[in-house]
């Protein structure tokens, strides 16, 4: 069970990461 919880831990950072960086790109084109 760890060991498969592990990758989607994994990808739910990455999105995260990538929402996060949206999120700035956004703020500065505003």
Do not use: A, G, S
Not at 2 to 30: A, F, K, S, Y
Request: proline share 3%; glycine share 0%; aromatic share 0%.
């Amino acid at each position: 069970m760890e060991i498969r919880q592990q990758p989607q831990q994994q990808r739910q950072q990455q999105q995260q990461e990538q929402q996060h960086h949206q999120q700035q790109r956004q703020q500065q084109q505003q």
